[in-house]
């Protein structure tokens, strides 16, 4: 490892040096900066306004004036202007006044709702923000991206993405993945020696990183040369500014509904145009009429309902702890059928702690919680003389975390290592002094062992950590009672019987080993490998790692949601069939070199019946997602390491890590977990259901209001009745329709058994015919109630000259069916009348707010001469009350009716299946 210094002068950066060609020593001189320190505040105040953010070119948000244009911009907007300036030209002036006051309400009510949706995705934004570790006025701090400048030093390690262009200054087993920048699709090798070619193709600069690469292995720090736009990635920028996110499945099937529907509105609005003309009606009225129509008939705002629906959504999966990146994600999420989750971390504390282990001959066991050195280690023997060095010596040396007064910075296995040996009197200060680390093998999870070498004599001793069964294959003796012994078949064999027993707890099991190399023949830029072949085995270590709380009532309910759980972990198959079974995981286990002999074909054969996934590597995660989608599963798959982001992106449902993991998982994956943890997935695929549900609520609400209206206008046509609404009624009923009362559906709270339902089928029609038969019969239920009304007022039957209150009654009762229509919206197969009735205070403050405007302007006079009705009386109040009831009546009763015949085949107390692989419905 290479640490060099430079002074730190006053003058400014040199302009355009060739960085590869430099040394590191003369890269901080020509960036006056001292690597110890780093740049101080004010030098990065001053470097921040020369060279700006460190940001690549994107689209700029949608400014808010923009939006509002869109708003007045749209079809139906332009139509009311055109309807507003007919009724000036014909003299209604009243009229066209409140027509363009109509259409200010619409626009501005679009206007919030979209403004609101993109900023909850702007917000989303932020928080996936890179935090780089940089070193400034002496300390290391985590700062936003965004603030780096040229002569930051900035620290790296496996799975980080680099913020900036820069030169090596340090460097420790590093690779780096520049493939998205160069193409290369194998990591780099890095390098700390200046390069003696000025024209050195991008991809060979090995001792510089870039923007937007991955560190896969090893660990170092970098200066940075470029951001923002001088960086290599921003020269690219015009091809990577990022591009709009495109519409979801579900905002694509409804903007194809809103056109069918908009066809087939358009058809019966020329068929009522023309009837219009052949009853003799002045062609303005009827021009007039067939705008205020369409208006309230076409239902253009469908897609755009879905859009901000589902950012809301997402924005209250935030407070719940889950960022999910991309729309179409929320959507996947309600038909999730399958979680693959790791254990560790997820389903589990993380709060990793020894419990007992087996060093030279004897068990042992560790008491204490936590990162506190509060207990001690005994032998079981009884024995009390044990010297516990060379066993915790590995365990302090081979790590890279610390824990001070009881916190964890770093892993928390090797937190637990720390602990230990802090119980058995030795102290990471003491033994590092003694023994520098001058080299090392960082923990690579297909390599499952950690190595360092550490000098400071006459030889390098070497320790490592990791998988018993991996270190045993290394070793060829081991540390007994009475000092190093060579391994023999019969000691191995009890040492792999100590490893099994010690899982069979549930533990986690973790060897150490340690060898010494002559410190003159070291070489410490040699394949270091090489020198672990003769290690001696030193002990065994059982760490607990105790479930997460209320994650087995969360795996409890997943099953009761039609939804599988699959455990997947690097433990050993005894460790992780002892946590399966505490989390209440029923079914079989397999192991990563079982999965090696299956193809995917003969694992989706087994899959359905397996739980557990033991002893895999994120290789095999790519493995199980194949054979979980072959038996048409939707999966959510859970990782944190460099390698789990190929599985993260071939899964449904990829889902990352927002505190241990690594920055290319979260880039890969659809969904960030911020406290990883398993609860989270379950709170969010709930949260996915009732988003989807809400949306099919408000297509139920609107399309029974579009086609209601349509069907009354037409209906009173044919018959021969009088209009039952004129253009200013008709744009009222579209406020109602598209305005709060709708809007609220989509803040509804779960409905009760939302999870105990099977999941729904991707690309399921979110108007199935049943669905469209209930919206049909609905708008038929307005128009015969709306009608009979027109009708029985308008011959006389109540009095005489019923004209002007008949038009009165019908549109009144057309307004109240909303009331009551809202509520049969919100419950399509429970009734209306449960416990959820009054849960969402949204939906009753505005269908109330509605109620009162309506009875308002029925009963103030300036609101009577503006809508063109007259006042009633509170028996007609009582009628109409009654009358649009029975929409919410004949549903209950239709509802009643399907109880009764599902109760007589044994079907309202049937358990829900999990889906089986092939079915394509269900939903």
């Not at 139906?76 to 259409?103: P, Q, W």
């Not at 020894?354 to 066991?365: E, M, N, S, W």
């Not at 200060?429 to 499952?448: C, H, L, N, Q, Y």
């Not at 409905?751 to 690309?763: D, E, L």
Request: hydrophobic share 45%; charged share 20%.
């Amino acid at each position: 490892m290479t640490a060099p210094q430079a002074s730190q002068p006053s003058s400014p950066v040199a302009p355009d040096p060739v960085w590869h060609c430099l040394s590191a020593e003369e890269a901080l001189t020509r960036l006056h900066v001292d690597l110890a320190q780093g740049l101080s505040a004010a030098e990065v105040s001053g470097r921040q306004a020369q060279y700006g953010p460190n940001k690549l070119t994107e689209q700029p948000p949608t400014p808010p004036w923009k939006i509002l244009l869109q708003q007045v911009q749209s079809f139906l907007i332009l139509l009311l202007f055109a309807a507003s300036a007919l009724a000036a030209l014909i003299g209604h002036y009243r009229d066209a006044i409140v027509i363009l006051v109509v259409t200010a309400i619409n626009s501005v009510l679009g206007f919030y709702q979209e403004y609101r949706a993109e900023r909850s995705l702007a917000a989303l934004k932020r928080m996936l923000a890179l935090h780089p570790h940089v070193r400034r006025d002496g300390q290391v701090l985590a700062v936003a991206a965004d603030e780096l400048v040229p002569g930051d030093i900035v620290r790296m390690e496996t799975g980080d993405r680099i913020a900036a262009d820069g030169r090596l200054v340090e460097s420790a087993g590093l690779e780096i993945d520049e493939s998205a920048l160069t193409g290369e699709s194998l990591p780099v090798v890095k390098r700390m020696a200046a390069l003696e070619d000025a024209g050195t193709p991008l991809a060979d600069r090995n001792n510089m990183v870039f923007m937007n690469t991955v560190v896969t292995r090893g660990r170092g720090w970098y200066v940075v040369t470029a951001t923002g736009r001088s960086s290599e990635m921003g020269r690219l920028a015009s091809m990577l500014a990022e591009t709009p996110e495109g519409d979801t499945p579900l905002q694509i099937q409804l903007d194809a509904l809103g056109k069918r529907l908009t066809a087939i509105a358009g058809v019966i609005i020329a068929v009522i145009f023309g009837l219009g003309i052949w009853r003799g009606t002045a062609i303005a009225d009827v021009v007039l009429n067939a705008i205020a129509l369409a208006v309230a008939a076409i239902p253009e705002g469908l897609p755009a309902v879905v859009t901000v629906t589902l950012a809301l959504g997402m924005q209250r999966m935030v407070r719940q702890q889950a960022i999910v990146k991309r729309l179409a994600a929320v959507e996947t999420l309600g038909c999730t059928t399958v979680i693959c989750s790791d254990k560790t971390g997820t389903l589990t504390m993380n709060q990793m702690t020894v419990r007992a282990g087996f060093y030279r001959g004897h068990r042992f066991t560790v008491t204490g919680e936590g990162y506190r050195p509060n207990g001690e280690l005994a032998l079981d023997s009884g024995r009390d003389d044990a010297d516990w060095e060379p066993l915790l010596r590995p365990m302090v040396l081979c790590n890279d975390s610390n824990v001070s007064e009881g916190q964890l910075i770093g892993d928390p296995t090797e937190g637990a290592l720390l602990t230990m040996a802090l119980k058995g009197g030795l102290t990471r200060a003491g033994v590092e002094a003694e023994r520098p680390r001058i080299a090392e093998i960082p923990f690579d999870s297909d390599r499952k062992y950690m190595a360092t070498y550490h000098g400071g004599g006459d030889d390098v001793q070497v320790h490592v950590k990791g998988a018993p069964e991996t270190l045993l294959r290394h070793c060829s003796s081991w540390l007994g009672p009475n000092g190093v012994q060579s391994l023999e078949p019969a000691m191995r064999a009890q040492l792999e019987a100590e490893n099994a027993s010690l899982a069979a707890q549930g533990l986690r099991v973790l060897a150490v080993a340690s060898t010494s190399l002559p410190a003159a023949e070291f070489d410490s830029e040699a394949d270091l490998t090489s020198s672990l072949q003769h290690l001696t085995f030193v002990g065994l270590a059982g760490l607990l790692d105790p479930p997460r709380p209320a994650v087995r009532e969360a795996v409890a309910l997943c099953h009761e949601a039609g939804i599988q759980v699959k455990m997947i972990t690097g433990d050993q198959r005894e460790t992780a069939r002892a946590v399966a079974t505490a989390l209440g995981l029923e079914g079989g286990v397999i192991t990563g070199p079982e999965l090696d002999q299956l193809d995917t074909d003969q694992l989706s054969e087994r899959v359905e019946a397996l739980a557990v996934f033991a002893r895999v590597t994120p290789e095999h995660k790519m493995k199980i997602v194949r054979a979980l989608k072959a038996r048409n599963h939707v999966v959510a798959m859970t990782g944190d390491g460099v390698n789990d982001a190929p599985a993260l992106k071939i899964a449904d449902i990829g889902v990352a890590m927002g505190l241990s993991g690594t920055e290319v998982a979260k880039e890969a994956a659809s969904m960030v977990l911020t406290d990883d943890n398993f609860v989270t997935i379950v709170r969010a695929i709930r949260e996915g259901r009732v988003i989807y549900e809400n949306i099919v609520k408000f297509v139920r609400f609107q399309l029974s209001t579009n086609l209601g209206a349509i069907f009354t206008v037409l209906g009173a046509l044919l018959v021969g009745l009088p209009e039952p609404f004129n253009p200013i009624q008709l744009l009222w009923i579209n406020i109602i329709m598209d305005g709060p009362p709708a809007m609220s559906l989509g803040m509804d709270r779960a409905a009760p058994g939302i999870m105990q339902r099977r999941p729904r089928v991707p690309g399921a029609r979110i108007l199935s015919l049943r669905r469209l038969g209930l919206v049909v019969s609905f708008g038929a239920v307005m128009m015969a109630g709306t009608l009979g009304v027109l009708a029985w007022a308008d011959s006389g039957l109540g009095g005489a000259d019923m004209t002007a209150k008949a038009a009165t009654l019908a549109f009144t009762v057309f307004v109240l069916f909303q009331f009551f229509n809202a509520f049969n919206a919100r419950a399509e197969s429970r009734s209306a009348f449960g416990t959820h009735l009054f849960t969402n205070r949204a939906l009753w403050a505005s269908v109330c707010g509605t109620v009162l405007l309506q009875v308002a302007a029925v009963n103030w006079a300036p609101a009577r001469e503006i809508f063109h009705i007259v006042a009633l009386d509170w028996s007609d109040w009582a009628l109409l009350a009654a009358i649009a009831a029975s929409i919410m009546a004949l549903e209950e009763l239709r509802k009643l009716g399907v109880w009764i015949v599902r109760a007589a085949r044994g079907l309202t107390s049937a358990p829900v299946p999990a889906r089986r692989a092939g079915e394509s419905s269900g939903a």
